[in-house]
Protein backbone atom coordinates (compact mmCIF):
# COMPACT_ATOMS: atom_id res chain seq x y z
CA UNK A 1 0.00 0.00 0.00
CA UNK A 2 1.56 3.32 -1.18
CA UNK A 3 1.30 5.96 1.71
CA UNK A 4 3.12 8.88 3.19
CA UNK A 5 2.97 9.97 6.13
CA UNK A 6 3.82 13.38 8.11
CA UNK A 7 5.60 14.05 11.43
CA UNK A 8 7.22 16.35 13.11
CA UNK A 9 4.64 19.08 14.17
CA UNK A 10 3.87 21.17 17.25
CA UNK A 11 3.85 24.10 18.58
CA UNK A 12 6.68 26.68 18.73
CA UNK A 13 7.03 30.47 19.43
CA UNK A 14 6.93 33.05 16.88
CA UNK A 15 11.25 32.85 15.07
CA UNK A 16 11.91 29.33 16.38
CA UNK A 17 12.27 26.58 13.81
CA UNK A 18 10.83 23.40 13.10
CA UNK A 19 11.69 20.14 10.69
CA UNK A 20 8.77 18.54 9.57
CA UNK A 21 9.42 14.68 8.01
CA UNK A 22 7.56 12.63 5.32
CA UNK A 23 7.93 9.52 5.44
CA UNK A 24 7.16 7.29 2.37
CA UNK A 25 6.22 3.69 2.27
CA UNK A 26 7.29 3.25 -1.71
CA UNK A 27 11.15 3.41 -2.79
CA UNK A 28 11.22 7.36 -3.96
CA UNK A 29 13.65 7.99 -6.66
CA UNK A 30 14.60 10.56 -8.96
CA UNK A 31 11.14 10.53 -10.53
CA UNK A 32 9.60 11.76 -7.95
CA UNK A 33 7.74 14.89 -7.47
CA UNK A 34 7.34 15.59 -3.23
CA UNK A 35 5.46 18.32 -2.32
CA UNK A 36 4.76 20.30 0.97
CA UNK A 37 1.00 22.21 1.28
CA UNK A 38 -0.23 23.68 3.89
CA UNK A 39 -4.01 24.59 5.02
CA UNK A 40 -4.51 27.16 7.30
CA UNK A 41 -8.13 27.43 9.44
CA UNK A 42 -10.65 29.01 7.17
CA UNK A 43 -7.86 28.62 4.48
CA UNK A 44 -7.30 27.01 1.49
CA UNK A 45 -5.00 24.23 0.90
CA UNK A 46 -1.79 26.30 -0.32
CA UNK A 47 1.61 25.01 -1.85
CA UNK A 48 4.36 25.66 0.53
CA UNK A 49 7.30 23.76 -1.32
CA UNK A 50 8.37 21.26 -4.13
CA UNK A 51 11.31 18.87 -4.32
CA UNK A 52 11.42 17.71 -7.93
CA UNK A 53 13.66 14.59 -8.63
CA UNK A 54 16.26 16.82 -10.84
CA UNK A 55 17.13 18.41 -7.14
CA UNK A 56 15.14 21.74 -8.61
CA UNK A 57 12.87 23.21 -6.08
CA UNK A 58 10.90 26.00 -5.69
CA UNK A 59 8.62 28.19 -2.91
CA UNK A 60 6.12 30.25 -2.61
CA UNK A 61 6.82 33.19 -2.10
CA UNK A 62 5.95 33.77 1.68
CA UNK A 63 8.58 31.47 2.78
CA UNK A 64 11.19 31.91 0.37
CA UNK A 65 14.61 32.22 2.27
CA UNK A 66 13.00 30.75 5.16
CA UNK A 67 11.43 27.22 4.56
CA UNK A 68 14.13 24.72 3.13
CA UNK A 69 13.20 21.23 1.23
CA UNK A 70 15.07 18.30 0.90
CA UNK A 71 15.02 15.00 0.09
CA UNK A 72 16.65 11.51 1.45
CA UNK A 73 16.09 9.22 -1.16
CA UNK A 74 17.77 6.26 0.89
CA UNK A 75 15.91 6.71 3.41
CA UNK A 76 12.58 7.39 1.45
CA UNK A 77 11.53 10.43 3.42
CA UNK A 78 11.05 14.18 3.00
CA UNK A 79 12.13 17.17 5.29
CA UNK A 80 10.49 20.88 5.29
CA UNK A 81 12.90 22.35 7.60
CA UNK A 82 11.36 25.80 8.57
CA UNK A 83 12.89 29.01 9.96
CA UNK A 84 11.97 32.07 11.35
CA UNK A 85 8.88 30.98 12.04
CA UNK A 86 5.51 33.18 11.48
CA UNK A 87 2.38 33.04 13.44
CA UNK A 88 1.07 33.54 9.91
CA UNK A 89 2.56 29.77 9.61
CA UNK A 90 0.39 28.16 11.65
CA UNK A 91 -1.19 25.52 9.60
CA UNK A 92 -1.81 21.37 8.79
CA UNK A 93 1.09 21.09 6.56
CA UNK A 94 0.75 18.11 3.92
CA UNK A 95 3.29 15.85 2.29
CA UNK A 96 1.93 14.93 -1.17
CA UNK A 97 4.20 12.62 -3.27
CA UNK A 98 3.67 12.24 -6.85
CA UNK A 99 4.15 7.91 -7.74
CA UNK A 100 3.79 6.99 -11.06
CA UNK A 101 0.83 9.07 -12.16
CA UNK A 102 -1.69 9.51 -8.76
CA UNK A 103 -0.97 11.38 -6.11
CA UNK A 104 -0.93 10.54 -2.64
CA UNK A 105 -1.31 12.63 0.12
CA UNK A 106 -0.61 12.26 3.27
CA UNK A 107 -3.01 13.28 7.31
CA UNK A 108 -1.11 16.19 7.78
CA UNK A 109 0.72 17.49 11.16
CA UNK A 110 -0.19 20.52 12.82
CA UNK A 111 2.33 23.47 12.97
CA UNK A 112 1.30 26.21 15.79
CA UNK A 113 3.39 29.55 16.07
CA UNK A 114 2.56 31.87 18.70
CA UNK A 115 3.40 35.23 18.72
Known amino acids: QVQVVESGGGLVQAGGSLRLSCAAS????????MAWYRQGSGKQRELVARSFGSGRTNYADSVKGRFTVSRDNVKNTVYLQMDSLKPEDTAVYYC?????????WGKGTLVTVSS
Open 96 to 104: KMEYFGSDY
Open 26 to 33: VRIFSGNS
